[in-house]
């Protein structure tokens, strides 16, 4: 089992920028894709990014697409969301997810049902 733990969120302004990262521990997470979703007040969990083991392949929601940039560092067992250009909109608790040995791939990794650890979230506010 992995552990995750997201951090890094917080209040900004629209425009701004932050840098979100998730620590796993426990059993490694070098062999599994990792994600990234947002779940905003009253709606449901949004898939936001998607990084293969390797970190050479990635995947976005057209939402954050040029905005915002998953990369992983695996020897440091850490995921990193930077996000830039901080919208209203993108305000929501930030998750961090552990790809459940599926096939990485444009499908499989924007269902939140094929993932197997999650994080307890980060809050980022963006206010105008």
């Known amino acids: 089992q992995v552990q995750l733990v997201?951090?890094?969120g917080g209040s900004v302004q629209a425009g701004d920028s932050?840098?979100?990262s998730c620590a796993a521990s426990g059993r490694t997470f070098t062999g599994y894709a990792?994600?990234?979703?947002?779940?905003?007040?009253?709606?449901?969990r949004e898939f936001i990014a998607a990084v293969s083991s390797g970190n050479y392949n990635t995947y976005y929601a057209?939402?954050?697409s040029g905005r915002f940039t998953i990369s992983r560092d695996n020897a440091k067992n850490t995921v990193y969301l930077q996000m830039s250009n901080l919208k209203p909109e993108d305000t929501?608790?930030?998750y961090c997810?552990?790809?459940a040995g599926k096939y990485f791939s444009k499908?499989?990794?924007?269902?939140a049902a094929n993932y197997d650890s999650w994080g307890q979230g980060t809050q980022v506010t963006v206010s105008s």
Do not use: H, I, P
Not at 107 to 111: E, I, L, P
């Open 62 to 64: 057209d939402s954050v």
């Open 6 to 8: 997201e951090s890094g």
């Open 18 to 20: 932050l840098r979100l």
């Open 107 to 111: 499908v499989t990794t924007r269902n």
């Open 97 to 99: 997810a552990k790809l």
């Open 92 to 94: 929501a608790v930030y």
């Open 34 to 44: 990792m994600g990234w979703f947002r779940q905003a007040l009253g709606k449901e």
